[in-house]
Structure formats: structure tokens, C-alpha cells
């Protein structure tokens, strides 16, 4: 027989044999993760796809078995042979500074017959009528919202209470001895540091003006303009749970992100209170205290990349984190960041993130000009409006962006060819769909979690 038949065939035997292995493990690690739609499915393909390859080899059908072969060939070529990394799909630097009492949770705390309430408003008369939106609903935690469970509600509430507990401990006290170490060793130290404090990633970059808000909005400093000599930022994430998020927008979303809300705030406090022991200043930046925008420090920090649902977007997690960051006046060794382009890419074609929110608030569109920079924009509005209905911070953008499945070998193998071939990431956005359905249901709250939603999904 010609020897590029017989290779050809060996190919079909040895592939048919790779692709039931690989279909059987993903399906194993979908059963794993809970994921029964998916599972099953890997499952038909193991039992439906290696056969052709299988009957191929075993009934020498030389033509066909050529064809099979040089299709796997080019078809690996075409998905890990790097190209297609689409540049300047975002802009990278802000051109102004965000006053933090635009934001919602700024307006959120604002009170009718206040002379806060009054003088924004004043100024802001267009945001009243949007923000009246939200105002007609329960609230967050609330009792009358969409997915009331008291027990969940009341033990992200104790989350909260104990963030708050540590705004105090933001800034503090410097050591009037300073030490004499090095920039390289307390980079490394620091990081080092982090994640065994339970940090996930850790990057460090020089602090720019569009970093910091331009007023505080929160808190007794409202309206004081953001004064800082910090020059350089420790920025890490911590890991949401995932059957935690799965279930968004259900309870334990609000639970989790509390809970992760905490940790960061924990971890932030720690590094800032140790920086200040060496003597030199240095502030925690913590949920509802913040001087900087969290997103931007981290992307430059080198820990992802801002995509189209506005949330940081990291390599492993996905949106799956939450963020925690110290500013400092001790100049650190810094990350350099690389641009993520293919991820910015496989965003603006998955889009799947915009088809699942309840509120409709993220956008089909590509990125537009915002304060002269092209970027995606979420309605933070509607998005808030749907938070106080439903009680909880949602999150099902979150639950169901491709990027936020579990740090494993069958993801990250995803991952990679995602990185590295636009072709790949065309399929892997089918694929997602073909897995987990274009608008996948929430899973159903942890067991330990008691049931007593009053609406459900
Ligand atoms: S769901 Fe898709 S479009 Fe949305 S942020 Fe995730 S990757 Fe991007
Ligand atoms: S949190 Fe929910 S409402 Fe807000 S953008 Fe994401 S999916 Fe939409």
C-alpha cells in the first residue's frame, strides 16, 4: 500500500482514539462541574465522532482516510498557528478622570432632603429621572427583591458590616524609621506576600492620573477633590467561587461577592498597615473606600483586560474576581502590561454576556468613543435598577462569560487557542453556545444554601 495511505490511515486510528479520550475527560470534567447540558453532550460526540475515524482505519478506506488527514492537518494549523490578533480594539488611556460620585453606589447612598441629595441633583438634573428607577425598587439585600433569602441576604450583609469595619484601618500610621530595603526585594516580597494571603495574581505599575477618581463620593470626605503623592500600585485578585456565581442572579452571588469584598479588603489592609511599618505611606483601597478605579490599576498592573461587560477580565478566571489594591509613595518594581488583544477580540464576537442581562444594559456594539477613548460602556443605570429589583448584584454576565469556567486543563486548553488563532476563537464561541446553551439557566443554589427565593431564574 502507497505509505501515504498508510499513514493516513494510522492517523485515523491513533486521532479516533485522542478525540473518545478527550471527549470522555471533558465529559467527566462537565459532570464534575455540575454542568449536565454540557456533559451530556460531550458525551454524544465521544460515542458519535471517533466511529467515522474508527471505521475508517478499520475497513482501509485509503481515500477517505487521505481527506480526514489533511483536514486535521490544516485545521491545526489554522487554529494554534498565531494570527488574526486584531489591534486597537480599546483604547488604552483614559483621557479624564471619574468624579466617584457619579457612580451608582454613590447615588445610591444619596438622600432625598439632604443637602447632597440636593446639590447633585442640581447639577446632575438628567441623572434624577434615572436614578428615581431605581429608587422605586426594595434594594439590595432587600426584603421584598426578587430573590429574597434571609439567610443569604443576612450573612452577605454580615460581610459587609465587616468591610466596613475595616475603613479605618485604610491608612494609618508610618514608621518615622525607614528601612533600607530594596525595590526588588519588597516587590517580590510583597507579591510573594499576597498569595499566600490568598491573593490569586499580583502585578505592581506606576500610578497615573486617570487612576484616581477626581472627588471621593462616599464616606465624610464627599466632594473633597482626591489628593495622593502615591506613585506606584499593588493590585491583586481574588477568586469568586464558581458554584457561587453559577447560581447568579440567586443569592449567593450577593454572598460571594461580600465574601470576596472581604478578603480583598483583608488582604489590602495587611499589605498597606506592613508597607507602613517600613516606613513609607501607603493606603488600602477597599469595597465602598476607594481613592482609585480598581479596573484601570489592575489592567495596568498586568492582570487582564477590561471587556465588554466593563469588568476586569482575567487570563484564568475571567471576570470571576474581585480586586483589591495599595497604593504607595515606595517606588516598586513594576509589571509590564501586553495588551490582550485576542481576548478583546473573542469579546467583540462572543457578545454573550449582553444576550444573557436580564436589564439589557450591556451593548451588541462595538466599542464607541467614551471621554475620547473607544471602549465598551455597560447602562450602569438600568444594571443598578435591576440590582435593587433583584436584590442581589446579579452577576449573570458574569456566570456565563466563556472566560469565567474553571482554571482546568480542558478550559485552559480552550484558553490557548483562543489566544492564539482568531479562526478558533469563531469556533470556541459555538462551541460555548453548543456546550452551554446561548442563554444558559442559573444553576441551582449550592445545597447548603436554604431555597426560599420568591421568584426563581
Ligand atoms: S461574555 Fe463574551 S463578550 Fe461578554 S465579557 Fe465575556 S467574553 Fe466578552
Ligand atoms: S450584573 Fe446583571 S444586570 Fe448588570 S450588566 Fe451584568 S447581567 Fe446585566
Redesign the pocket.
Known sequence: MNPIYQISLLTCLIFSIILFAGLLYACIVFYQEKERRAGFRALLLALLLPPIYLITWHYNWEVVALILTADLLITGILFFIPFGNKKNITDDFPQTQIDERDIMFSRNELKENTERYDEYYSKNPDKLKLDNEFRKEPGLTAEKSIFFNELAYKAANASFYTVDQFHQAVDGDINPTKSSISKSELSKFIKDWSRKLGALKVGITELKDYHFYSHKGRGNEYGDPIKSNHSHAIAFTVEMNQEMVAAA?QSSIVMESAQQYLEAGRIAVQLAQFVRSLGFSARAHIDGNYQIVCPLVARDAGLGEIGR?GLLMTPKEGPRVRLGVVTTEFKLDTDKRTKDNAMLDFCLQCKK?AE????K??SFDDPKLVNGIKRWQ?NSES?FT?WCKAGT?????MACCPYSHPNNLLHNFIRLGIKKSALFRILAVHLDDFFYGRKPKSADLPGWIPKNEKAQK
Not at 393 to 397: I, L, Y
Open positions: 442572579p461587560m454576556c444573557v442581562c436580564p436589564s444594559s450591556i455597560i444594571c435591576y448584584d446579579c452577576g449573570r454576565c
